[in-house]
């Protein structure tokens, strides 16, 4: 059982995939969530969750928190890329 999903995570490089997982919490009455998913320090905060309750897991499974985010600079997105490809290469594979 699940109480929430991701409905947007800053790094997603297609707005669709954010879309498609709105649908899914609207068809499955679930609680909208958001995340940054930092790679570089200039994206921490970019997404998440706002709450008036003090513990984060009862604001979830009350469906008392609201989203927030913006899309990180392409940049970071690219640079990600391009560390992973060196990675393999270095590793041989």
């Known amino acids: 059982m699940i109480d929430g999903?991701?409905?947007f995570n800053s790094r997603c490089l297609f707005n669709s995939y954010n879309k498609k997982a709105s649908q899914i919490v609207d068809k499955n009455s679930l609680v909208y969530t958001a995340g940054s998913d930092s790679h570089f320090s200039n994206e921490i905060g970019n997404a998440g969750i706002v709450t008036e309750l003090d513990d984060i897991e009862t604001a979830i499974r009350k469906r008392k928190c609201t989203v927030f985010g913006k899309k990180s600079i392409f940049y970071n997105i690219l640079l990600t890329k391009g560390?992973?490809?060196?990675r393999k290469r270095k590793s041989g594979l």
Do not use: I
């Not at 560390?83 to 060196?86: A, D, F, G, Q």
């Open 5 to 7: 999903l991701e409905v």
């Open 83 to 86: 560390l992973k490809l060196c």
